[in-house]
């Protein structure tokens, strides 16, 4: 492998046949993953807490050609039909920037929710841990449908091959999850290390400045238990029309408007007393 960073980062954008400023434009014109079928109320109920409570007419998350259930999560692929639709729009807006990534997604909730060992949370349908895009020892972008943990230099080892975190597809799926319409995420718990590479690429890339605030506010390394240095754990707040049977605690940040609220008064307009 070359030892020059400058030389790696051109081929590591070669490899990834990264978008043209016309496909950049092509996506910034995608109608933002809203089909008629989004804005209508689904079946999907979470009860409770992620810590206690169930998950009733969840809906299953299928593989398709842009995302992969790893084993081991083959029973635990419930989640609010809110959940999984965020969970594919992202995976498909990735593949769409990055032609034939495939996002890991690993445990969501059991199918009726309730207690799902090893984890505490993921008991109402709206937790999902989902993989690292990783790139090869020769930074080629490679799709590996197991978690990998990886150091602080963010590279792990795997059945003997070396992987590195791809932050251009991983940024990539963080602005998706965190740029969707219809649907708000809470937490995305990774490692500083892991938040720290995201960031970098979000500056480099110009980034919304809108979605780089969230991002610096809901990605954070969790105080207590494991620091997630294998896979990013994202929960979702409760659907408008699951409340007030869905149960969320705070934060609650200034963009997520809730139905229960008097509307919010956003800290973006200087103007509000
Ligand atoms: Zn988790």
């Known amino acids: ?92 807006e990735v593949a769409f920037r990055y032609p034939r990534a495939q996002l890991t997604v690993g445990d969501l909730s059991r199918p009726g929710g309730g207690r799902s060992r090893p984890h505490v949370s993921h008991q109402s349908g709206r937790d999902v841990d989902l993989g690292f895009y990783m790139l090869d020892r020769r930074a080629t972008p490679v799709n590996v449908h197991i978690f990998v943990r990886l150091n602080n230099q963010a590279m792990g080892k795997q059945w003997g091959n070396l992987y590195k975190f791809d932050a251009a597809r991983n940024w990539a799926l963080i602005e998706s999850l965190l740029s969707q319409p219809t649907t708000d995420v809470q937490h995305i718990f990774v490692s500083n290390a892991i938040k720290r590479r995201l960031i970098n690429r979000a500056v480099k890339e110009g980034a919304n400045p809108e979605v780089l605030m969230r991002a610096k506010r809901v990605i954070t390394q969790p105080r207590h238990g494991a620091p997630h240095r294998s896979h990013f754990h994202v929960r979702i707040y409760c659907a408008d029309d699951d409340r007030p049977t869905c149960k969320d605690r705070p934060p609650f940040y200034a963009w997520h408007q809730r139905a229960d609220q008097a509307p919010a008064v956003s800290v973006l307009k200087p103007n509000d007393s």
């Open 1 to 92: 492998m070359t030892g020059d960073p400058v030389l790696r980062e051109a081929q590591h954008a070669e490899t990834h046949a990264e978008p043209s400023d016309e496909d950049l434009d092509k996506i910034a014109r995608m109608p933002r993953s809203v089909s008629p079928s989004d804005l209508e109320p689904n079946p999907s109920v979470s009860v409770g807490y992620p810590n206690r409570g169930l998950l009733r007419f969840g809906m299953r998350i299928n593989d398709d050609k842009d995302l992969q259930v790893k084993v081991g999560s083959l029973d635990s692929r419930h989640g609010t039909g809110e959940l999984v639709r965020l969970i594919e729009s992202a995976a498909h």
